[in-house]
């Protein structure tokens, strides 16, 4: 009997980066859809509403670069295992969700340049 | 991995007489009347299946006489009082009571079978979530028959079902209902999760897993962030209908558009909800009948993931009329567009596995199943982009093209896979499979009557045809159009019905069928193992994604046990726990067999719920608590005596039986549970900022006699800080086993006062300030905060109860301490939760003001 086992990799590590390009696209999501909302609720100057926007977007293409450019650094950090085949299908599935969700943070960042900030449509 | 390493066994040799005997005497389920007992994950897996099919049927027939009424104009078979209820009904029954449980079911039935485990890790609670649904289902399905049934719609909008406008007890089935079957679509979740993630076979890392686990696993996350939502709002539009907390009500500083913000984080999300483990089902029998791996499977689980993600942040393209700015309402058109790319990535890896098949593609009613789902559900996606951009959305908003749209994308996504599942894993369950001649004219039918009854539905909305109207004048142009829908609905019934023939002729469930049953389609996954009660007779050693593809002979050496655990070294059920991500062995989870006292805790928390909704509240306490009682007898067997020491599970492996801690299952239930807290925390947060955003004039200025009393928020917070302090020193000063400690005794006692005390002392200053939670939106929403102390208070107290119970029996020391880590671990969130709710609830007024 043992009171507990060590593991190898880190469960909780592994999970965050494959999981990290959805995580950023949701807090960039919740980030500028509350942040929109409260300035437009103020009636804050539609050029503030905008540079958040930007920095949010900046942001969060900031924290997702590093899982594309250099996965297995970032994959180091989990303890995952180099020369491993599940290794690499993790470090795979990682980087293909953080390209998916760095498409999808430029396509909700890129939405200020079409529509006015504000403004109801009906 | 060499093929030396694939042929090579960790339980070489014949294995000793009786061992098998010994394993089917341990596992087998319990017969006659006491089947109620039963916990075997194929027993309550094929109950729950069929319960659940049940409503299918039933909210069928809601539906047929929907059509029925619209076959022809100003119809008059139904009364517009009973109309509305009929498609309350309908919608609610499609998607609370059938298409959720219906997958849940299938994850209690599969996910074992598919990992080679024994069962799930909490086979009582998948038992008692089953048992939750059936009996509140049917009893809430039972409201059509008395004129009881809501008629808000199956979103039950504000204010439509406030009680000035919704009175009577109607709106409170669906709310309370609902509420109560949610949370039993939470167990169900929590074993899933645990499950999924524990009960791998040895060598299945996470890069192994099947692809529809890894649905499973999205699906039940999905259900543990997005339910809690909707478990919110229920619970303040049921405040508000009983006592009048106007969350709702515009006047009072309330907002409407909070109930459709609250549903919808939980509806959209539940149709993907709905739709991933349908689509981890169609990527096992595409692969299965193409015999060959998925193309781009790693892609695949990509897609799941992002699927999942995304979805949670599409539920205002449902609100796209409501007044929102237009920017917010671009960012979400510009996340419901970007979902389309994960779903369209299956949908192009499962062409592209059906091109590259091995052989032909066999062409079997799994696979036509399958080629429908395909058909049906590229076009509902086609026309969910449409309904993602906002001009479009503005024009069809509440037509018969959303029903359309989403009867592609529903009926399409979870029906059709639904019944490919039926015809393919038959063989698993039943001594017969179903008629594959029978089967052919069942999709024929099906695949024709849901074309012809809903393709039409497009171009009635096109040409104005609101949802959920009555009847319609002749001259508006819709009688024919609704003439063939109705048409449409009678063939796919008629495809349903023989269904249904043929299975109550075929089907006899049966875990050791004949041989040539063993494994029909020829397909490489874990399920198709020989198998009987006890699952399969030893957990194999998993080498690849196909196991039984790309491991020549596995089926032969499981079945003379020459895997891992041939035997029941405990003496009694168990199965391997393995680590999350390598899928190395662990320990060895000791899991209960059948037993009342679920079953008990679920028929009186069911009429619980039930009795409050007709508001005889005596009696629906005393049900509450003998509930209570119920589930202190069940868990008070689940921390077994910590006797058995470490066991030899094969290969020279030996495994502890007991363990706490992050590498234990119950660790794990206790967090997913917490993440259930936060969620349902953290809409509550959202509700109290968006209605701060809505009215802030009901907010107390800066200086008000309004602003409450800091010197209460100080006291709440040194009653935590005991509370939770009490409770560490009692952790560590746990004795030694066979000892008891009356310090430990004192100290869980004091620990429960406090927390108890908190809560009290916290509303009491909200009352002493003056503050009436029935005065505006601000008021309640304080008073709310502490309903939701008070909902994780009571847990943490019944726990250290049954903790305080448990060490003065002897049966939590120092080393039988799960009882300890599941209370501390609760206790702490709790505590987070309290202070933090102070925090908002006095400091958030003084910032904003």
Not at chain 1, 49 to 68: F, G, K, R, S
Request: aromatic fraction near 12%.
């Amino acid at each position: 009997m043992v009171r507990s086992v060590r593991q190898n990799s880190s469960t909780l590590g592994t999970m965050i980066f494959i999981l990290w390009g959805v995580i950023v696209w949701f807090l960039h999501l919740s980030a500028i859809y509350l942040a929109h909302t409260l300035l437009c609720a103020l009636e804050t100057r539609p050029t503030l509403i905008m540079t958040v926007i930007v920095w949010a977007t900046v942001v969060a293409l900031a924290a997702i670069a590093p899982i594309i450019i250099a996965p297995q650094r970032v994959a180091n950090l989990t303890r995952l295992p180099r020369s491993n085949a599940d290794g690499h299908h993790v470090v795979s599935i990682a980087r293909f969700v953080a390209v998916l969700s760095l498409v999808a943070v430029l396509w909700s960042g890129a939405t200020m340049v079409f529509v006015d900030s504000c403004e109801l449509l009906r | 991995m060499s093929d030396t390493d694939r042929s090579a066994v960790p339980n070489p040799g014949p294995r000793p007489d009786g061992e098998e005997e010994a394993l089917l005497k341990i596992w087998a389920p319990p017969t006659g009347w006491r089947i109620i007992s039963a916990v075997n994950n194929t027993t309550i897996g094929i109950a729950y299946l069929g319960i659940a099919f049940l409503f299918f049927l039933m909210a069928g027939v809601l539906a047929l006489i929907m059509r029925t009424q619209l076959a022809v104009p100003d119809n008059d078979l139904v009364s517009q009082s009973f109309y509305n209820q009929l498609f309350t009904m309908h919608g609610t029954t499609m998607m609370f009571l059938f298409a959720v449980p219906a997958v849940e079911a299938l994850g209690v039935l599969l996910l074992p079978q598919m990992l080679s485990a024994r069962d799930l890790p909490f086979p009582r609670l998948s038992a008692f979530a089953i048992w939750a649904y059936i009996i509140g289902g049917l009893v809430f399905f039972s409201t059509i028959f008395y004129d009881l049934a809501p008629s808000g719609g199956w979103f039950m909008y504000t204010p439509l079902t406030l009680k000035e406008f919704s009175p009577g007890d109607n709106a409170d089935f669906w709310l309370l209902g609902i509420g109560f079957i949610e949370i039993s679509a939470i167990a169900g979740a929590v074993e899933i999760v645990v499950g999924t993630l524990k009960t791998k076979p040895p060598g299945m890392s996470l890069a192994k897993l099947p692809i529809f686990a890894w649905a499973m696993l999205i699906f039940a996350a999905m259900i543990i962030f997005a339910f809690p939502a909707v478990i919110l709002g229920t619970m303040l539009l049921e405040i508000e209908r009983s006592f009048g907390w106007p969350f709702f009500t515009a006047a009072k500083g309330g907002d409407p558009l909070l109930w459709q913000h609250l549903f919808w984080f939980f509806g959209h999300p539940e149709v993907y909800i709905i739709f991933l483990p349908a689509a981890g089902l169609v990527s096992m029998i595409v692969s299965a009948m193409a015999q060959r791996p998925l193309i781009g499977h790693d892609l695949i689980v990509v897609a799941l993931i992002g699927t999942g993600f995304f979805s949670f942040g599409l539920w205002v393209h449902h609100m796209f009329t409501t007044g929102i700015p237009s920017l917010s309402l671009a960012f979400f058109s510009a996340a419901s567009m970007a979902v389309a790319v994960p779903s369209g990535i299956q949908v192009f890896s499962w062409i592209a596995t059906i091109a590259a098949s091995e052989k032909r593609f066999r062409i079997t009613t799994p696979s036509l199943f399958v080629l429908g789902f395909l058909f049906i559900f590229v076009v509902g996606g086609l026309t969910g982009i449409m309904v993602a951009l906002v001009p479009i959305d503005f024009q069809v908003h509440d037509t018969y093209f959303v029903v359309a749209h989403l009867h592609y994308v529903l009926i399409g996504g979870m029906v059709f896979p639904l019944f490919a599942t039926f015809y393919y894993w038959t063989p698993m369950l039943s001594r017969n499979m179903l008629s594959e001649r029978v089967g052919r004219w069942v999709f024929g039918l099906m695949f024709v009557g849901f074309n012809v009854a809903f393709f039409p539905m497009h171009i009635t909305g096109l040409a104005g045809m609101p949802r959920r109207i009555w009847t319609y004048p002749a001259e508006l142009g819709w009688d024919a159009l609704n003439m063939v829908s109705t048409i449409g609905a009678y063939m796919f019934a008629a495809g349903v019905l023989l269904f249904t023939i043929d299975l109550v002729r075929r089907f006899r469930p049966s875990m050791s069928g004949p041989d040539e049953l063993e494994n029909p389609w020829d397909a490489g996954t874990l399920e198709w193992l020989p198998s009987d009660v006890y699952s399969t007779r030893s957990i194999p050693l998993v080498s690849s994604r196909d196991p039984l593809w790309d491991q020549p002979g596995l089926a032969d050496t499981v079945r003379s046990g020459q895997h891992f655990l041939p035997d029941a070294p405990t003496g009694g059920r168990e199965t391997i726990v393995t680590s999350v991500i390598e899928g190395k062995p662990e320990y060895l989870i000791r899991l209960p067999g059948p037993g009342y006292a679920h079953v008990v805790a679920a028929v009186f928390m069911a009429a619980f719920f039930l009795l409050l909704t007709i508001k005889a509240v005596t009696i629906a306490i005393a049900c509450g608590i003998i509930s209570i009682i119920a589930c202190f007898v069940w868990t008070w067997e689940l921390d077994q005596q910590p006797d058995k020491g470490n066991v030899d599970i094969g290969g020279g492996i030996k495994v502890p039986t007991y363990v706490t801690g992050p590498v234990s299952h119950a660790w794990w239930a206790v967090m997913v549970l917490i993440l259930v807290a936060v969620s349902l925390y953290l809409s509550f947060i959202f509700s109290y900022l968006y209605l701060w955003i809505v009215s802030p004039e009901v907010w107390p200025a800066a200086g008000s006699a309004d602003m409450l009393d800091v010197s209460f928020s100080m006291a709440t917070t040194a009653l935590v800080v005991a509370g939770i302090t009490s409770l560490i020193i009692a952790g560590r000063r746990l004795p030694d086993p066979g000892q008891i400690s009356a310090l430990v005794l004192v100290l869980l006692a004091i620990s429960a006062v406090c927390f108890s005390a908190a809560v009290a002392v916290n509303v009491w200053g909200h009352w002493q300030t003056g503050l009436r939670p029935t005065d505006n939106a601000h008021s309640a929403l304080v008073y709310m905060a502490s309903v939701l102390d008070a909902q994780a208070t009571v847990v943490v107290v019944l726990l250290l109860g049954h903790a305080f119970a448990r060490h003065a029996t002897g049966k939590l020391d120092n080393f039988r301490s799960v009882a300890m880590q599941n209370v501390t671990l609760l206790a702490i969130y709790a505590s987070g939760q309290i202070l933090f709710g102070l925090l908002l609830v006095y400091g958030f007024p003084r910032v904003a003001s």
